[in-house]
């Protein structure tokens, strides 16, 4: 029951971001086309600024999982219970946090955005914002009935549920939007089907695993536990809000509500580039994580970084070097040349994200020896440094320039976490850059020589574009597969047989 729960789990993953992916890609100029700039605008922003108070969770999620599955592994019924009852208390506390926060948001919307919104604008927020606020004050709790699903290995069920609730809501998304509706009527839709999943969930922790939340003896030193345990999961939500989603606070606060629309659009891609990535890197990781607790050899655990970020990067720079060569018209026919600006965003992050996405089994490493906490501060500092410096380079110069102090201070990240990867996690890291240089030289060479030809080629024919992503592609495969490893190799033909046969099977 435990292996068919964990495959069922991992194919169930596989499809929601194929789902996400896919549909997001038809529905996002759609939503965009219906509501306008201006409102799409408007939508993003109101919802990266709910978005941010979404880390007031502390971490407690991921926390429930990691304890509900330790006390189940050790058969302590009431450990659990009051480990439950604990959590839920917290919860409480936050979720009158966040009403709290909100409704001084709230009653500041006018402060904040007295430059940039007009008075129908403003409405829209203040009924958008308080729909969210109240979304998100019941979404954080409900999120920890999804979390004891999966303490106690019961992935298959809620993962069903959040598939159906993304197809249900895309066609709902295509319902509200043809007969009339407005960004108010999809925040509407989205805080029902959250409420919806909670119920479900509920149902299958309590009548299903028959699991039971009770507080059998009050214990303040637990509080201080479940926060320690948080402590860092928080701090990497902190950062990945303030990283990225900050950015839409700090464009609406200076210019128009159809540029922070640009804006989205452009990390919209950023984010698909990295869910690639966190697919691939699913198929690993686990694995790599039991190396680590064993004292193996340098070389070996090298080896595995490689062969992990080797296989990452032949999928991340195929997508790089083709939004190089064809981005610009790929943004044309998505969202339309109004947006033209988010091909520039969308590439610099993907930039600045590949040395990220390739290189999180050496985090896994450093996670698996406690060793976090370095780089979770080095992150925080650099993030809130170059956030900071960002609201003065918005107001200065522009968006572009926003995105390049992001990026600059990703990469120098990466820069400080070399030496602290070699001495901490053991990994040999100057071979690790020469194994993985090829790649990037033959991308490169590769997309200069597409660049150069598209450039006697028409711009914005979509035949055009279908042959050169195609005749790329082709290229891309035969030159790379001489470069490829064994190992790679055999991956790719065994990916290839299994996507075949489930294929097949349906």
């Known amino acids: 029951m435990k292996i068919n729960q964990l495959k069922g789990g991992a194919a169930l993953s596989y499809i929601n971001i194929f789902l996400t992916n896919i549909v997001g890609l038809f529905l996002t100029p759609f939503i965009i086309r219906s509501l306008g700039s201006a409102e799409y605008g408007l939508y993003t922003m109101i919802g990266a600024l709910v978005g941010y108070m979404s880390v007031l969770d502390f971490g407690l999620n991921n926390t429930v999982i990691r304890y509900v599955a330790k006390y189940k592994a050790n058969n302590d019924k009431k450990g659990e219970e009051n480990f439950l009852a604990h959590s839920f208390i917290m919860y409480i506390f936050i979720s009158i946090l966040i009403g709290i926060i909100g409704t001084a948001i709230y009653f500041n919307l006018d402060k904040i955005y007295s430059e940039t919104l007009s008075i129908?604008?403003?409405?829209?927020?203040?009924?958008?914002?308080?729909?969210?606020?109240?979304?998100?004050?019941?979404?954080?709790?409900?999120?920890?009935?999804?979390?004891?699903?999966?303490?106690?290995?019961?992935?298959?069920?809620?993962?069903?549920?959040?598939?159906?609730?993304?197809?249900?809501?895309?066609?709902?998304?295509?319902?509200?939007?043809?007969?009339?509706?407005?960004?108010?009527?999809?925040?509407?839709?989205?805080?029902?089907?959250?409420?919806?999943?909670?119920?479900?969930?509920?149902?299958?922790?309590?009548?299903?695993?028959?699991?039971?939340?009770?507080?059998?003896?009050?214990?303040?030193?637990?509080?201080?536990?479940?926060?320690?345990?948080?402590?860092?999961?928080?701090?990497?939500?902190?950062?990945?809000?303030?990283?990225?989603?900050?950015?839409?606070?700090?464009?609406?606060l200076y210019y128009s509500t159809s540029i922070v629309a640009?804006?989205?659009?452009?990390?919209?891609?950023?984010?698909?580039?990295?869910?690639?990535?966190?697919?691939?890197?699913?198929?690993?990781?686990?694995?790599?994580?039991?190396?680590?607790?064993?004292?193996?050899?340098?070389?070996?655990?090298?080896?595995?970084?490689?062969?992990?970020?080797?296989?990452?990067?032949?999928?991340?720079?195929?997508?790089l070097g083709a939004f190089v060569i064809v981005g610009k018209d790929f943004v044309f026919f998505w969202v339309g040349d109004e947006y033209h600006l988010a091909y520039y965003y969308a590439l610099v992050i993907m930039i600045g994200l590949t040395p990220i996405l390739s290189q999180g089994f050496a985090n896994n490493i450093l996670e698996a020896k406690n060793l976090m906490s370095y780089r979770g501060k080095l992150l925080l500092g650099l993030t809130i440094s170059g956030t900071i410096l960002s609201v003065f380079i918005a107001k200065r110069y522009g968006v572009m320039e926003l995105i390049f102090t992001v990026v600059f201070f990703l990469l120098l990240e990466r820069l400080i976490m070399i030496p602290y990867y070699k001495e901490k996690a053991n990994l040999d890291m100057k071979r690790y850059y020469k194994e993985i240089t090829p790649l990037f030289l033959a991308t490169i060479l590769i997309t200069v020589l597409y660049v150069f030809l598209n450039s006697f080629l028409p711009e914005k024919n979509l035949y055009v574009f279908i042959l050169v992503s195609f005749i790329y592609s082709i290229t891309y495969i035969i030159v790379i597969q001489k470069i490829m490893t064994d190992y790679e190799r055999s991956f790719l033909k065994k990916s290839i047989k299994k996507i075949s046969a489930t294929i097949y099977k349906k």
Not at 299 to 317: A, G, N, P, Q, Y
Request: contains cysteine.
């Open 262 to 319: 640009i804006y989205a659009v452009g990390i919209t891609l950023g984010n698909y580039y990295g869910s690639f990535s966190n697919a691939i890197a699913s198929v690993f990781l686990p694995k790599a994580i039991q190396m680590t607790v064993k004292e193996i050899p340098q070389k070996e655990l090298t080896d595995t970084f490689i062969k992990i970020s080797r296989i990452i990067l032949i999928v991340l720079l195929y997508i």
């Open 120 to 252: 129908e604008q403003m409405n829209m927020a203040k009924i958008m914002m308080s729909i969210l606020i109240l979304n998100l004050s019941i979404s954080l709790p409900g999120g920890a009935f999804t979390g004891i699903c999966y303490g106690y290995e019961e992935f298959i069920l809620p993962k069903v549920v959040n598939i159906i609730r993304y197809v249900l809501r895309s066609v709902l998304v295509v319902a509200i939007l043809v007969y009339g509706g407005d960004a108010i009527g999809l925040v509407v839709l989205d805080t029902i089907l959250n409420l919806v999943v909670i119920f479900i969930n509920i149902i299958i922790v309590f009548k299903i695993l028959k699991v039971k939340i009770k507080m059998h003896k009050f214990n303040k030193s637990l509080f201080g536990d479940i926060l320690k345990f948080s402590l860092w999961i928080f701090s990497f939500a902190i950062v990945h809000q303030l990283r990225w989603q900050f950015g839409q606070f700090i464009i609406g």
